[in-house]
């Protein structure tokens, strides 16, 4: 009986043990070996001090990386946030095969970047691709999408606009069937049209769920679109889809630049850090609880 104040964190510490292992200590080491000078085969050791961090600004490929990254979350965002709210709602009438439609539209997400990437870059072949096909037949040209500035990066950002849309859409969906129908009513008393209730009434009592999708698009486009940009581009052409996550992946284990990439690996933190701080602090004071 006196250890029933104890099985909570009993049950807690498988969890716990493993989020340490996994998590923090790999966070901590790379913080520490940020500090120092790691031979390929990490057999020998030289502390540095901040000497990767300088290496790092000094690299201008690092900030073109930081640039194409700074193009490629704000557009994504934008257009998933945009998109997938007007989506959502053509999906919210009462419509025949609604519900057809709501599950279709949901497939791109449950299946991984990599794969999407996968089929990006069979539509996007230059010869045997559906997309350079239409355009051949509508235009008499075709493009090369992936190996040419700037077709490279619209390419990566269409395809993960299109892998991360459908998380959106189910979202304001719910939001949007949550609204209360006297709310709606009143505002047609009232003479407000189709616009003014799309965006004047429902889209600032949805903004709780916008404020949650921004946070998780831009994780999302920081992070998982690895998959997309190593299948499609490579980082490429010229480094013109090489994006802060991708160029860490290039230093780390093609050019074997182990304590580089772990200081890398601490500005992306800092960077993702201030950037959540700065919305939490001021874009929090737009978002309206019911």
Not at 271 to 277: E, N, Q, R
């Amino acid at each position: 009986m006196k250890w029933g104040k104890y099985t909570p964190y009993l049950l807690l510490a498988p969890t716990l043990i493993i989020i340490a292992l996994f998590i923090y200590w790999p966070a901590i080491n790379s913080f520490l070996m940020s500090f120092y000078k790691i031979s390929p085969f990490g057999d020998k050791r030289i502390f540095a001090g901040f000497d990767n961090y300088i290496k790092l600004f000094e690299n201008e490929a690092y900030w073109e990386a930081l640039r194409v990254t700074f193009i490629y979350i704000v557009t994504t965002v934008i257009i998933v946030i945009i998109l997938g709210y007007l989506i959502a709602q053509l999906l919210d009438n009462k419509v025949f095969g609604v519900k057809i439609y709501r599950t279709l539209i949901f497939v791109p997400y449950v299946i991984s970047f990599t794969i999407g990437g996968a089929l990006w870059t069979f539509m996007l072949n230059p010869v045997a691709g559906h997309v350079n096909y239409i355009l051949s037949r509508i235009t008499g040209e075709s493009i090369n999408w992936l190996n040419q500035v700037p077709y490279a990066l619209i390419s990566i950002i269409v395809a993960s606009v299109w892998k991360m849309l459908p998380f959106s859409i189910i979202f304001y969906l719910a939001g949007l069937q949550s609204i209360s129908e006297s709310i709606i009513e009143s505002s047609l008393i009232d003479g407000a049209n189709v616009w003014q209730r799309m965006w004047k009434i429902k889209f600032p009592i949805l903004s709780p769920i916008t404020f949650y999708l921004v946070i998780m698009n831009i994780t999302n486009g920081m992070f998982e679109s690895f998959g997309i940009i190593d299948i499609m581009t490579r980082g490429g052409p010229l480094g013109s889809t090489t994006t802060l996550i991708y160029k860490l992946y290039q230093d780390a284990f093609f050019f074997q630049k182990t304590s580089l990439a772990a200081a890398e690996s601490v500005v992306l933190f800092i960077i993702m850090s201030f950037i959540t701080f700065l919305y939490f602090r001021f874009g929090e004071k737009r978002v309206h609880y019911q």
